[in-house]
Protein backbone atom coordinates (compact mmCIF):
# COMPACT_ATOMS: atom_id res chain seq x y z
CA UNK A 1 0.00 0.00 0.00
CA UNK A 2 2.79 2.49 0.62
CA UNK A 3 4.85 1.86 -2.55
CA UNK A 4 0.93 2.38 -4.19
CA UNK A 5 0.50 5.09 -2.70
CA UNK A 6 3.98 6.47 -3.39
CA UNK A 7 3.77 6.08 -6.89
CA UNK A 8 0.41 7.36 -6.79
CA UNK A 9 1.60 10.63 -5.38
CA UNK A 10 4.74 10.63 -7.43
CA UNK A 11 2.08 10.75 -10.59
CA UNK A 12 0.05 13.16 -9.45
CA UNK A 13 2.74 15.53 -9.09
CA UNK A 14 4.55 15.23 -12.51
CA UNK A 15 1.20 15.74 -13.56
CA UNK A 16 1.09 19.26 -11.89
CA UNK A 17 3.98 20.07 -13.21
CA UNK A 18 3.54 19.69 -16.59
CA UNK A 19 0.38 21.12 -16.23
CA UNK A 20 2.10 24.11 -14.87
CA UNK A 21 4.72 24.00 -17.63
CA UNK A 22 2.46 24.29 -20.83
CA UNK A 23 0.51 26.72 -19.26
CA UNK A 24 3.79 28.49 -19.01
CA UNK A 25 4.97 28.27 -22.49
CA UNK A 26 1.04 29.43 -23.66
CA UNK A 27 1.50 32.07 -21.99
CA UNK A 28 4.87 33.19 -22.01
CA UNK A 29 4.88 32.71 -26.06
CA UNK A 30 2.83 36.26 -26.22
CA UNK A 31 5.87 37.90 -24.96
CA UNK A 32 8.43 36.20 -27.06
CA UNK A 33 6.75 36.37 -30.01
CA UNK A 34 5.01 39.38 -29.41
CA UNK A 35 5.09 41.79 -33.09
CA UNK A 36 3.62 44.21 -33.72
CA UNK A 37 1.92 42.96 -37.53
CA UNK A 38 -1.17 44.81 -37.34
CA UNK A 39 -2.09 45.15 -40.84
CA UNK A 40 -4.73 44.91 -43.11
CA UNK A 41 -6.52 41.28 -44.83
CA UNK A 42 -8.75 40.31 -46.72
CA UNK A 43 -12.01 38.42 -46.38
CA UNK A 44 -11.55 39.33 -42.20
CA UNK A 45 -14.77 37.79 -41.88
CA UNK A 46 -12.98 34.17 -41.45
CA UNK A 47 -11.99 35.80 -37.75
CA UNK A 48 -15.39 35.83 -36.64
CA UNK A 49 -15.72 33.26 -34.12
CA UNK A 50 -18.21 30.69 -35.31
CA UNK A 51 -20.79 28.90 -32.38
CA UNK A 52 -21.88 30.40 -29.17
CA UNK A 53 -20.76 27.76 -27.38
CA UNK A 54 -17.35 28.57 -28.01
CA UNK A 55 -17.57 31.87 -28.29
CA UNK A 56 -18.92 32.04 -24.80
CA UNK A 57 -16.09 30.37 -23.70
CA UNK A 58 -14.07 33.11 -24.91
CA UNK A 59 -12.84 31.63 -28.33
CA UNK A 60 -11.13 28.64 -26.52
CA UNK A 61 -12.53 25.87 -28.29
CA UNK A 62 -8.89 24.46 -30.51
CA UNK A 63 -8.48 21.30 -27.66
CA UNK A 64 -12.12 21.32 -27.29
CA UNK A 65 -13.57 21.22 -30.87
CA UNK A 66 -16.76 18.67 -29.30
CA UNK A 67 -19.37 20.21 -32.22
CA UNK A 68 -20.06 20.87 -35.60
CA UNK A 69 -18.39 24.18 -35.34
CA UNK A 70 -14.96 21.95 -35.02
CA UNK A 71 -14.98 22.58 -38.79
CA UNK A 72 -13.81 26.35 -38.15
CA UNK A 73 -11.88 25.81 -34.81
CA UNK A 74 -10.11 22.47 -35.45
CA UNK A 75 -11.63 20.26 -37.87
CA UNK A 76 -9.48 17.19 -36.13
CA UNK A 77 -12.50 17.38 -33.77
CA UNK A 78 -14.82 15.40 -35.96
CA UNK A 79 -12.77 12.43 -35.49
CA UNK A 80 -13.14 12.11 -31.51
CA UNK A 81 -16.75 13.24 -31.82
CA UNK A 82 -18.35 10.85 -34.30
CA UNK A 83 -21.81 12.27 -34.20
CA UNK A 84 -24.33 13.05 -37.20
CA UNK A 85 -25.21 16.41 -36.50
CA UNK A 86 -27.42 19.61 -37.95
CA UNK A 87 -25.67 22.71 -36.67
CA UNK A 88 -27.07 26.15 -37.30
CA UNK A 89 -25.77 29.13 -35.53
CA UNK A 90 -26.85 32.94 -35.86
CA UNK A 91 -25.81 36.20 -34.90
CA UNK A 92 -26.72 40.04 -35.04
CA UNK A 93 -23.23 41.32 -35.49
CA UNK A 94 -22.00 45.21 -35.04
CA UNK A 95 -23.69 47.61 -37.67
CA UNK A 96 -26.68 45.21 -38.45
CA UNK A 97 -24.73 42.89 -39.71
CA UNK A 98 -25.93 39.34 -40.11
CA UNK A 99 -23.51 36.35 -39.19
CA UNK A 100 -24.69 32.72 -39.88
CA UNK A 101 -22.60 29.41 -39.79
CA UNK A 102 -24.30 26.41 -40.92
CA UNK A 103 -22.49 23.06 -40.24
CA UNK A 104 -23.47 19.44 -41.34
CA UNK A 105 -21.74 16.44 -39.96
CA UNK A 106 -21.37 12.40 -40.53
CA UNK A 107 -19.54 9.61 -39.19
CA UNK A 108 -18.11 7.44 -42.29
CA UNK A 109 -16.30 4.76 -40.37
CA UNK A 110 -15.06 4.07 -37.09
CA UNK A 111 -12.07 6.49 -38.11
CA UNK A 112 -13.20 8.25 -40.35
CA UNK A 113 -15.40 11.17 -40.63
CA UNK A 114 -16.58 14.23 -43.27
CA UNK A 115 -18.86 17.48 -42.57
CA UNK A 116 -19.94 20.52 -44.11
CA UNK A 117 -19.44 24.27 -43.60
CA UNK A 118 -21.37 27.30 -44.74
CA UNK A 119 -20.16 30.70 -43.37
CA UNK A 120 -22.29 34.04 -44.69
CA UNK A 121 -22.16 37.61 -43.58
CA UNK A 122 -24.92 39.76 -44.92
CA UNK A 123 -25.98 43.01 -44.51
CA UNK A 124 -29.48 45.14 -45.75
CA UNK A 125 -29.01 47.30 -49.53
CA UNK A 126 -27.45 50.23 -48.81
CA UNK A 127 -27.67 53.99 -50.51
CA UNK A 128 -25.46 55.16 -53.30
CA UNK A 129 -24.17 57.95 -52.77
CA UNK A 130 -21.39 59.99 -54.78
CA UNK A 131 -19.73 63.24 -54.09
CA UNK A 132 -21.96 66.38 -55.09
CA UNK A 133 -25.16 63.86 -55.35
CA UNK A 134 -26.15 62.04 -52.55
CA UNK A 135 -29.78 61.42 -53.37
CA UNK A 136 -28.76 58.93 -56.20
CA UNK A 137 -31.95 56.68 -56.01
CA UNK A 138 -29.26 54.02 -56.70
CA UNK A 139 -28.87 51.02 -53.93
CA UNK A 140 -26.12 48.27 -53.92
CA UNK A 141 -25.44 45.30 -52.05
CA UNK A 142 -22.05 43.90 -50.33
CA UNK A 143 -21.40 40.25 -48.71
CA UNK A 144 -19.46 37.40 -47.43
CA UNK A 145 -19.64 33.91 -47.89
CA UNK A 146 -17.63 30.94 -47.39
CA UNK A 147 -18.38 27.36 -48.11
CA UNK A 148 -15.85 24.25 -46.54
CA UNK A 149 -15.94 20.74 -47.05
CA UNK A 150 -13.99 18.79 -43.78
CA UNK A 151 -12.39 15.13 -43.29
CA UNK A 152 -11.05 13.82 -40.34
CA UNK A 153 -9.51 10.29 -39.76
CA UNK A 154 -8.23 9.16 -36.20
CA UNK A 155 -4.60 7.62 -37.08
CA UNK A 156 -4.70 6.02 -33.34
CA UNK A 157 -7.29 6.17 -30.06
CA UNK A 158 -5.41 9.27 -28.99
CA UNK A 159 -4.59 11.25 -32.13
CA UNK A 160 -6.92 12.97 -34.94
CA UNK A 161 -5.62 14.69 -37.52
CA UNK A 162 -8.53 17.14 -39.78
CA UNK A 163 -8.78 19.43 -43.28
CA UNK A 164 -11.09 21.70 -44.13
CA UNK A 165 -10.85 22.65 -47.45
CA UNK A 166 -12.65 25.84 -48.24
CA UNK A 167 -13.93 28.81 -51.70
CA UNK A 168 -14.18 32.11 -50.45
CA UNK A 169 -16.33 35.01 -52.10
CA UNK A 170 -16.49 39.02 -50.99
CA UNK A 171 -18.60 40.81 -53.00
CA UNK A 172 -19.66 44.42 -53.28
CA UNK A 173 -21.88 45.90 -55.41
CA UNK A 174 -20.73 44.41 -58.86
CA UNK A 175 -17.42 43.59 -57.70
CA UNK A 176 -16.09 40.58 -56.01
CA UNK A 177 -13.01 39.15 -54.44
CA UNK A 178 -12.45 35.14 -55.01
CA UNK A 179 -10.07 32.44 -53.82
CA UNK A 180 -10.09 29.21 -51.87
CA UNK A 181 -8.12 28.54 -48.73
CA UNK A 182 -6.95 25.00 -46.15
CA UNK A 183 -7.17 24.75 -42.63
CA UNK A 184 -5.61 21.88 -40.58
CA UNK A 185 -5.63 20.59 -37.16
CA UNK A 186 -4.60 17.90 -34.93
CA UNK A 187 -6.56 16.78 -31.40
CA UNK A 188 -4.17 14.96 -29.05
CA UNK A 189 -5.71 13.59 -25.94
CA UNK A 190 -2.64 12.76 -23.31
CA UNK A 191 -2.33 9.81 -21.08
CA UNK A 192 -2.81 11.80 -18.20
CA UNK A 193 -6.33 12.81 -19.14
CA UNK A 194 -5.64 16.60 -20.64
CA UNK A 195 -6.34 17.57 -24.62
CA UNK A 196 -3.89 19.70 -26.92
CA UNK A 197 -4.77 20.86 -30.32
CA UNK A 198 -3.22 22.94 -32.84
CA UNK A 199 -4.62 24.22 -35.65
CA UNK A 200 -3.79 26.16 -38.77
CA UNK A 201 -6.78 28.45 -40.33
CA UNK A 202 -7.41 30.33 -44.12
CA UNK A 203 -3.87 28.77 -45.40
CA UNK A 204 -3.82 30.03 -49.06
CA UNK A 205 -3.67 32.61 -51.61
CA UNK A 206 -4.35 36.20 -52.01
CA UNK A 207 -7.08 37.89 -52.94
CA UNK A 208 -8.05 40.29 -54.78
CA UNK A 209 -11.06 42.70 -56.16
CA UNK A 210 -12.33 42.59 -59.59
CA UNK A 211 -15.51 43.53 -61.83
CA UNK A 212 -17.49 45.94 -63.63
CA UNK A 213 -17.29 48.50 -61.06
CA UNK A 214 -13.83 49.02 -61.36
CA UNK A 215 -13.99 49.88 -64.79
CA UNK A 216 -13.77 53.62 -65.94
CA UNK A 217 -13.27 56.24 -68.55
CA UNK A 218 -9.73 57.67 -68.75
CA UNK A 219 -7.60 59.77 -70.65
CA UNK A 220 -4.79 57.21 -71.07
CA UNK A 221 -1.60 60.50 -71.95
CA UNK A 222 -3.17 63.81 -70.84
CA UNK A 223 -0.30 65.13 -72.82
CA UNK A 224 -1.70 64.61 -76.30
CA UNK A 225 -3.83 66.76 -77.81
CA UNK A 226 -6.93 65.20 -80.16
CA UNK A 227 -6.36 61.69 -78.10
CA UNK A 228 -9.77 59.88 -76.62
CA UNK A 229 -10.57 61.09 -73.62
CA UNK A 230 -12.38 58.39 -72.53
CA UNK A 231 -11.09 55.31 -72.99
CA UNK A 232 -12.20 52.36 -71.17
CA UNK A 233 -9.95 51.38 -68.31
CA UNK A 234 -9.39 48.88 -65.21
CA UNK A 235 -8.85 50.35 -61.93
CA UNK A 236 -5.90 48.40 -60.16
CA UNK A 237 -6.05 46.69 -57.02
CA UNK A 238 -4.20 45.27 -54.49
CA UNK A 239 -3.93 41.40 -53.51
CA UNK A 240 -4.22 41.10 -49.85
CA UNK A 241 -3.46 38.06 -47.67
CA UNK A 242 -5.84 36.73 -45.59
CA UNK A 243 -6.21 36.02 -42.08
CA UNK A 244 -3.93 33.61 -41.55
CA UNK A 245 -4.42 31.92 -37.81
CA UNK A 246 -2.55 29.38 -35.97
CA UNK A 247 -3.56 27.93 -32.46
CA UNK A 248 -2.29 25.84 -29.85
CA UNK A 249 -4.72 24.82 -27.26
CA UNK A 250 -4.75 22.73 -24.01
CA UNK A 251 -8.19 21.85 -21.99
CA UNK A 252 -9.15 19.02 -19.30
CA UNK A 253 -12.15 18.44 -17.49
CA UNK A 254 -12.94 17.75 -13.99
CA UNK A 255 -16.08 14.89 -13.23
CA UNK A 256 -17.92 14.84 -9.93
CA UNK A 257 -20.55 11.98 -10.64
CA UNK A 258 -23.11 13.16 -12.82
CA UNK A 259 -24.18 16.47 -11.03
CA UNK A 260 -21.32 18.49 -12.25
CA UNK A 261 -18.50 19.08 -14.47
CA UNK A 262 -16.25 21.51 -15.39
CA UNK A 263 -13.87 21.80 -18.96
CA UNK A 264 -11.36 24.53 -18.38
CA UNK A 265 -9.46 25.43 -21.63
CA UNK A 266 -6.61 28.03 -23.07
CA UNK A 267 -5.29 29.08 -26.11
CA UNK A 268 -2.77 30.32 -27.29
CA UNK A 269 -3.53 32.28 -30.92
CA UNK A 270 -0.89 33.77 -33.48
CA UNK A 271 -2.69 35.53 -36.19
CA UNK A 272 -0.92 37.36 -39.20
CA UNK A 273 -2.67 40.59 -39.19
CA UNK A 274 -2.51 41.24 -35.28
CA UNK A 275 0.16 40.37 -31.87
CA UNK A 276 -0.44 37.31 -29.61
CA UNK A 277 -2.71 36.60 -27.52
CA UNK A 278 -4.38 34.34 -25.38
CA UNK A 279 -7.91 33.26 -25.42
CA UNK A 280 -9.74 31.08 -22.19
CA UNK A 281 -12.04 29.96 -20.76
CA UNK A 282 -14.65 27.11 -19.11
CA UNK A 283 -17.80 25.38 -19.11
CA UNK A 284 -19.88 24.09 -16.05
CA UNK A 285 -22.09 21.23 -17.06
CA UNK A 286 -24.60 20.03 -14.11
CA UNK A 287 -27.47 17.65 -13.85
CA UNK A 288 -25.69 14.61 -16.44
CA UNK A 289 -25.12 17.53 -18.88
CA UNK A 290 -28.44 18.63 -19.23
CA UNK A 291 -27.70 22.43 -18.25
CA UNK A 292 -24.37 24.60 -19.53
CA UNK A 293 -22.52 27.60 -17.55
CA UNK A 294 -19.89 29.07 -20.28
CA UNK A 295 -17.56 32.24 -19.38
CA UNK A 296 -14.77 33.01 -21.14
CA UNK A 297 -11.71 36.16 -21.98
CA UNK A 298 -10.75 36.79 -24.98
CA UNK A 299 -7.55 38.54 -26.82
CA UNK A 300 -5.95 38.76 -23.10
CA UNK A 301 -2.37 40.08 -23.17
CA UNK A 302 -3.39 41.79 -26.55
CA UNK A 303 -2.99 45.81 -26.29
CA UNK A 304 -5.57 47.57 -27.11
CA UNK A 305 -8.50 44.52 -27.55
CA UNK A 306 -11.78 45.55 -28.63
CA UNK A 307 -13.29 42.04 -27.14
CA UNK A 308 -13.72 42.13 -23.27
CA UNK A 309 -15.52 39.18 -22.05
CA UNK A 310 -18.22 36.42 -23.24
CA UNK A 311 -20.36 34.62 -21.13
CA UNK A 312 -23.30 31.94 -22.24
CA UNK A 313 -25.66 29.06 -21.61
CA UNK A 314 -26.61 25.61 -23.04
CA UNK A 315 -29.43 23.62 -22.90
CA UNK A 316 -30.00 19.90 -24.24
CA UNK A 317 -33.88 20.49 -24.65
CA UNK A 318 -35.38 16.97 -22.24
CA UNK A 319 -38.01 14.70 -24.09
CA UNK A 320 -36.64 15.81 -27.85
CA UNK A 321 -34.61 13.37 -29.41
CA UNK A 322 -33.43 12.07 -26.40
CA UNK A 323 -32.07 15.14 -25.30
CA UNK A 324 -30.30 15.20 -28.82
CA UNK A 325 -31.28 18.49 -29.37
CA UNK A 326 -29.18 21.42 -27.73
CA UNK A 327 -30.01 25.14 -28.11
CA UNK A 328 -27.18 27.39 -26.94
CA UNK A 329 -26.79 31.19 -25.92
CA UNK A 330 -23.57 33.89 -26.18
CA UNK A 331 -23.11 37.44 -24.99
CA UNK A 332 -20.06 38.90 -26.01
CA UNK A 333 -18.79 42.45 -24.62
CA UNK A 334 -17.07 44.77 -26.95
CA UNK A 335 -15.41 47.89 -25.74
CA UNK A 336 -16.27 50.35 -28.46
CA UNK A 337 -18.70 48.12 -30.83
CA UNK A 338 -21.38 47.55 -28.74
CA UNK A 339 -22.14 43.37 -27.31
CA UNK A 340 -22.80 40.98 -29.70
CA UNK A 341 -25.60 37.95 -28.71
CA UNK A 342 -25.43 34.50 -30.93
CA UNK A 343 -27.78 31.61 -30.65
CA UNK A 344 -27.01 28.26 -31.87
CA UNK A 345 -29.41 25.06 -32.45
CA UNK A 346 -27.76 21.45 -32.43
CA UNK A 347 -29.68 18.49 -33.53
CA UNK A 348 -27.64 15.21 -32.96
CA UNK A 349 -29.44 11.91 -34.73
Same mark, same amino acid.
Given at each position: ???WRKN?E?GH??MK????????????S??????D?T????A????I? %?GSA?V??G??F???A?DA?A?Y @??????G??????V???HA???A??S??????????S??N???I?IT??TMD???V????????????K?AD? %???V???I??TDR??I??NG???Q??I?S???????????????????F?L??S?S??G??LK?TG????I????N?T?E?????????????R?D??L???????????L?S??RL? @?S?D???P??? %??Y?N?????G?????F??? %????????T???K?YS???????????????Q?N???????????VQ?V???L??
Open positions: KKHRGRKKMYTYLILIIVSTYLFSVKGTTAKFLSG %AASMGATSVNTM @WNPAGLFYKTKEYFNNWIDIYDYFGFTIPLARSLGNSVEMETRYGNENTGETFAY %ALGTYANLFSGFKYIQSASHARGGAVDLGTIFETPFGRGTINFPKMDDLLAADVQIGNNESITSILSTDFLPVLRFGISDEIVGFFL @WLAVSNDN %ANISGFEIMLNNLFIR %AGANSLFLESEEFGLGLNVPGIKNNKVMYSFESLEYLGNQGISKY
